[in-house]
């Protein structure tokens, strides 16, 4: 085990001009298409109350203690993820995790920016009134037709790519830092007006009962494993970002605040998805437990119910673009400080690059609904395969991985130093953390990974 060497100089390298901006940027990491679009759909098809609590729970005992542990590396280090494992150990293998979380976030973008694509052409059509069909059976038959279409889809994709990487090329503090500073407020106001206007509606109160109301004998082990995970993909752990967005953070950021108000407002924006779905579903008498068409088939016909539903459902839409838009981002940085910093590129070369690879990835993802529908690798499209190796497997092992290092091998004097911000102040919390990282955090994670490809 190596101490630090050589470390650079926190004036050499880009950061967060504002503590603010700090949490900004790294909650907007975190807030995605997982809050907003999979929260509710996961909490209805497992019972609502009894999902939330077990969530809420995992978020603090899993979630907080593995952010902290991406927040360490990254800061300590102040460098990307191949880095900051370089610098603490000789061993090959450690480059492993870093290596992983710099395909997997290529994947995902990759297939991410074709959902975010979709939800751009869901917005234009609400915004110019043309989302307005007779029947939920006619959403589901315009959905089909939309993403099994080579041409459109694909021109949301690659306009999607090309709107992340304006503000990729902008840099860390004026572009990403900026984008998240102004695109954050409007998020949560958007939710906030949607909220209320959903606790408007005659369902509201049956809503609100089936998700705050846990009924404790409804916690199975489906339940159970079913929160575990939220917990894990909502924040954006295991795959790197935060490490990447934590190595631009100041000195005087102090991480376990930072780690536990990001924890709060992702979970915060889970909920505030819910109470907005779930009156809605029950006013109208749809299923809770819909899944992923919730949002694209049911909601839009939910939309076209209520008074001035085309303004409503573009609203919807348009906040569902800015969630997308924060984590693309992140995601997106995990390769571009990869290139900047080991292939010495400049930012501009890198951003393209990596925009190229995510175009070209993206594009295959999308028209594996269309024109590529008909190439399967064991029964799974190429958009299915992108989804299940980087999200499924290698999300999981790399937060594994990440966790058992920090936990076992970091010293714990940089563990101390960084979580106190070199002595400045106490964190009672750090036993604690550490103790999650060895054995709750991996055994939590091998759960996800075991359920996720089908073992449990």
Same mark, same amino acid.
């Given at each position: 085990?190596?101490?630090?060497?050589?470390?650079?100089?926190?004036?050499?390298?880009?950061?967060?001009?504002?503590?603010?901006?700090?949490?900004?940027?790294?909650?907007?990491?975190?807030?995605?298409?997982?809050?907003?679009?999979?929260?509710?759909?996961?909490?209805?098809?497992?019972?609502?109350?009894?999902?939330?609590?077990?969530?809420?729970?995992?978020?603090?005992?899993?979630?907080?203690?593995?952010?902290?542990?991406?927040?360490?590396?990254?800061?300590?280090?102040?460098?990307?993820?191949?880095?900051?494992?370089?610098?603490?150990?000789?061993?090959?293998?450690?480059?492993?995790?870093?290596?992983?979380?710099?395909?997997?976030?290529?994947?995902?973008?990759?297939?991410?920016?074709?959902?975010?694509?979709?939800?751009?052409?869901?917005?234009?059509?609400?915004?110019?009134?043309?989302?307005?069909?007779? +029947?939920?059976?006619?959403?589901?038959?315009?959905?089909?037709?939309?993403?099994?279409?080579?041409?459109?889809?694909?021109?949301?994709?690659?306009?999607?790519?090309?709107?992340?990487?304006?503000?990729?090329?902008?840099?860390?503090?004026?572009?990403?830092?900026?984008?998240?500073?102004?695109?954050?407020?409007?998020?949560?106001?958007?939710?906030?007006?949607?909220?209320?206007?959903?606790?408007?509606?005659?369902?509201?109160?049956?809503?609100?009962?089936?998700?705050?109301?846990?009924?404790?004998?409804?916690?199975?082990?489906?339940?159970?494993?079913?929160?575990?995970?939220?917990?894990?993909? +909502?924040?954006?752990?295991?795959?790197?970002?935060?490490?990447?967005?934590?190595?631009?953070?100041?000195?005087?950021?102090?991480?376990?605040?930072?780690?536990?108000?990001?924890?709060?407002?992702?979970?915060?924006?889970?909920?505030?998805?819910?109470?907005?779905?779930?009156?809605?579903?029950?006013?109208?008498?749809?299923?809770?437990?819909?899944?992923?068409?919730?949002?694209?088939?049911?909601?839009?016909?939910?939309?076209?119910?209520?008074?001035?539903?085309?303004?409503?459902?573009?609203?919807?839409?348009?906040?569902?673009?800015?969630?997308?838009?924060?984590?693309?981002?992140?995601?997106?940085?995990?390769?571009?400080?990869?290139?900047?910093?080991?292939?010495?590129?400049?930012?501009?070369?890198?951003?393209?690059?990596?925009?190229?690879?995510?175009?070209?990835?993206?594009?295959?993802?999308?028209?594996?609904?269309?024109?590529?529908?008909?190439?399967?690798?064991?029964?799974?499209?190429?958009?299915?395969?992108?989804?299940?190796?980087?999200?499924?497997?290698?999300?999981?092992?790399?937060?594994?991985?990440?966790?058992?290092?920090?936990?076992?091998?970091?010293?714990?004097?940089?563990?101390?130093?960084?979580?106190?911000?070199?002595?400045?102040?106490?964190?009672?919390?750090?036993?604690?953390?550490?103790?999650?990282?060895?054995?709750?955090?991996?055994?939590?994670?091998?759960?996800?990974?075991?359920?996720?490809?089908?073992?449990?």
């Amino acid at each position: 085990m190596n101490q630090p060497i050589n470390k650079p100089k926190p004036s050499a390298r880009a950061a967060f001009a504002t503590r603010i901006g700090a949490i900004a940027t790294t909650a907007g990491a975190a807030v995605g298409l997982g809050n907003i679009w999979r929260f509710p759909y996961e909490a209805g098809a497992h019972g609502g109350g009894a999902f939330m609590l077990c969530y809420i729970l995992f978020i603090i005992i899993l979630g907080v203690p593995v952010m902290c542990s991406e927040f360490i590396m990254g800061r300590s280090a102040r460098s990307n993820e191949l880095g900051a494992f370089r610098l603490y150990s000789k061993r090959r293998f450690w480059r492993v995790p870093a290596y992983m979380g710099i395909v997997a976030s290529l994947m995902i973008l990759s297939f991410y920016c074709v959902v975010a694509g979709w939800t751009v052409e869901y917005f234009v059509k609400s915004a110019t009134g043309s989302l307005q069909l007779a +029947s939920q059976d006619a959403y589901r038959d315009a959905f089909v037709d939309f993403t099994s279409g080579n041409l459109r889809p694909l021109f949301w994709t690659i306009i999607f790519l090309l709107a992340n990487a304006f503000v990729l090329l902008r840099g860390v503090s004026k572009g990403i830092e900026k984008m998240s500073n102004v695109l954050m407020p409007v998020l949560f106001l958007l939710l906030i007006v949607f909220c209320i206007h959903s606790l408007t509606l005659p369902g509201a109160g049956e809503g609100l009962r089936f998700l705050f109301t846990p009924d404790f004998s409804a916690i199975t082990p489906r339940v159970v494993l079913g929160a575990l995970g939220q917990a894990f993909f +909502s924040l954006s752990i295991g795959l790197g970002c935060l490490m990447t967005y934590a190595s631009y953070f100041t000195a005087d950021t102090r991480l376990g605040r930072t780690a536990m108000v990001t924890a709060g407002v992702d979970t915060l924006v889970a909920i505030i998805a819910g109470v907005i779905i779930f009156p809605a579903v029950f006013t109208f008498g749809v299923s809770p437990e819909s899944g992923p068409t919730l949002v694209f088939e049911v909601l839009p016909s939910i939309f076209h119910r209520l008074p001035l539903g085309p303004l409503w459902s573009a609203l919807f839409f348009f906040l569902l673009m800015l969630a997308s838009i924060t984590s693309t981002i992140s995601m997106s940085e995990i390769s571009v400080s990869y290139l900047v910093e080991e292939k010495k590129m400049k930012r501009r070369t890198a951003v393209w690059l990596s925009t190229g690879v995510a175009m070209l990835f993206g594009a295959l993802c999308c028209l594996s609904f269309g024109y590529l529908s008909g190439f399967t690798i064991g029964g799974m499209t190429i958009f299915d395969i992108f989804n299940s190796v980087s999200s499924d497997v290698m999300l999981p092992v790399g937060g594994m991985l990440i966790s058992i290092f920090v936990g076992w091998l970091l010293p714990r004097s940089v563990i101390r130093r960084e979580m106190t911000n070199g002595g400045a102040f106490r964190f009672p919390l750090l036993s604690l953390i550490v103790f999650s990282l060895r054995w709750i955090a991996p055994a939590g994670i091998a759960l996800i990974l075991l359920n996720s490809i089908g073992i449990l």
